[in-house]
């Protein structure tokens, strides 16, 4: 199982960043996914997570409204569009896939590196 | 649902036995588990279902534990255990998931 981040960056407050994550080493379309994120220095957050068909997917009340997960099963690949960003938003994020197969949803088990994003003016 | 992890610090010696706590707001059942993390890694699961051992997981760590209170207990703590601690309440439905604010276990 490998995931990998990528689309991190620095980013004014108010503005947009999309984030994705190339998954490799199991059936994708088969896993929930997760985003999960970590303040500098602080705990762990859960984002949002999505079904292996990309029809069904939360969100936590902190970025409702502002991200949309989706995922492109053809390419292996999760993604986080993330709008109207504020400084509260700056974290290392996460994807991660679930530790069930066959669309049952559980936890967050296999994890990528993660990806920085900053926001600050 | 809010969960709460004690204590904040832990500080054990090699070979001794850590015991960390997580409480929930309500019951959970036996939906949480645990999950390790090293300064600049990401975390690894290490238990869930409370009592269920993630695949390579060392059989010295161990959780217990159903609706509101829940441990885990690590027998003999080895030099790679010390790290970061966090406990993950999951409702599958309505989806929720909450992590504890973590357990920092530290050499004595």
């Known amino acids: 199982v490998q995931l990998v981040e990528s689309g991190g960056g620095l980013v004014q407050p108010g503005g947009s960043l999309r984030l994705s994550c190339a998954a490799s080493?199991?059936?994708?379309?088969?896993?929930?996914m997760y985003w999960v994120r970590q303040a500098p220095g602080k705990g762990l957050e859960w984002v949002s997570h999505?079904?292996?068909?990309?029809?069904?997917?939360t969100y936590a009340d902190s970025v409702k409204g502002r991200f949309t997960v989706s995922r492109d099963n053809a390419k292996n690949t999760l993604y986080l569009q993330m709008n109207s960003l504020s400084v509260e938003d700056t974290a290392v994020y996460y994807c991660a896939r679930d530790i069930m197969g066959a669309d049952v949803v559980v936890v967050p088990a296999f994890w990528g590196q993660g990806a920085l994003v900053t926001v600050s003016s | 649902i809010v969960v709460t992890q004690s204590p904040a610090t832990l500080s054990v010696s090699p070979g001794e036995r850590a015991t960390l706590s997580c409480r929930a707001s309500q019951s959970i059942s036996s939906n949480l588990a645990w999950y390790q993390q090293k300064p600049g890694q990401a975390p690894r699961l290490l238990i869930y279902a409370a009592s269920t051992r993630a695949t390579g997981i060392p059989a010295r760590f161990s959780g217990s534990g159903s609706g509101t209170e829940f441990t885990l207990t690590i027998s003999s703590l080895q030099s790679e255990d010390f790290a970061v601690y966090y406990c993950l309440q999951y409702n599958n439905w309505p989806p929720d998931y909450t992590f504890g604010q973590g357990t920092k276990l530290e050499i004595k």
């Open positions: 999505i079904n292996g068909e990309g029809s069904f997917s």
């Open positions: 080493g199991f059936t994708f379309n088969t896993y929930w």
